[in-house]
């Protein structure tokens, strides 16, 4: 079974700290993404890896960084913490499959409260 | 990608079949027909995926009519387990890099 796992379920932080956001999976997966989900928006793409050390932005990067120095941990870094960054993030991976799918697998996600 | 219609809830009783519906029609010949679940305050879940051919794994059947516009999710005997929020999704292959957008989707409940 693919498992992607996320440091933490629930993280309660202050506005202007640093905020660190892990995610591992141990399936060898080449494609890494971290999403934030809100009621009424649906998830939101914030940034995606490919490879090691590779990242593209997804479609709200602003306030993010992200970190992949290895292929099975994807880190999402909330550089100086709002409390409109106050959500659930998801993190998911994918492989692509030889019938050419990108089958996207999720975390437990951890949800965020910035006070 | 194509956008999809289902319904906004639906009720199961406990060991029957669950079949939840999804409209498709503007799907487009390269498009995959994706299922999630969500249970509350949990990651999204990858229930199962096709193409054109009807699909079945461990977790439920994926039924998709002959001209792609929609499909149907089979859970074969729910349980209070599966209530949660299913979304159907239609996804172009594009390499790996393309991101997953749920709708509104179907919230299921499983009554005992």
């Known amino acids: 079974d693919v498992k992607v796992t996320q440091s933490s379920r629930y993280l309660v932080k202050r506005t202007g700290e640093k905020v660190f956001l892990e995610c591992v999976q141990d399936m060898d997966h080449e494609n890494m993404f971290w999403y934030r989900q809100d009621p009424g928006l649906g998830l939101r793409l914030i940034y995606f890896s490919y490879d090691v050390k590779m990242k593209e932005k997804g479609d709200i990067p602003e306030g993010y960084s992200v970190s992949r120095e290895k292929k099975e941990r994807f880190s999402l870094i909330l550089e100086s913490a709002s409390t409109n960054q106050t959500s659930m993030y998801l993190c998911?991976?994918?492989?692509?499959?030889?019938?050419?799918?990108?089958?996207?697998?999720f975390g437990p996600g951890t949800r965020l409260t910035v006070l | 990608d194509a956008k999809t219609t289902q319904p906004t809830s639906m009720d199961c009783a406990e060991g029957r079949a669950a079949n939840l519906p999804c409209n498709h029609s503007?799907?487009?010949?390269?498009?995959?027909v994706y299922w999630y679940r969500q249970i509350h305050s949990q990651g999204p879940q990858y229930i199962i995926h096709g193409l054109k051919n009807n699909e079945t794994n461990e977790m439920a059947s994926l039924i998709i009519t002959e001209d792609r516009k929609s499909s149907t999710l089979i859970l074969p005997h729910a349980t209070l387990r599966d209530t949660a929020v299913y979304y159907c999704?239609?996804?172009?292959?594009?390499?790996?890099?393309?991101?997953?957008?749920f709708g509104t989707g179907t919230k299921l409940q499983v009554i005992p």
């Open positions: 503007t799907i487009s010949g390269n498009e995959y």
């Open positions: 998911a991976s994918s492989l692509i499959s030889g019938g050419g799918t990108d089958t996207q697998y």
């Open positions: 999704i239609v996804r172009v292959n594009s390499g790996g890099y393309q991101k997953v957008t």
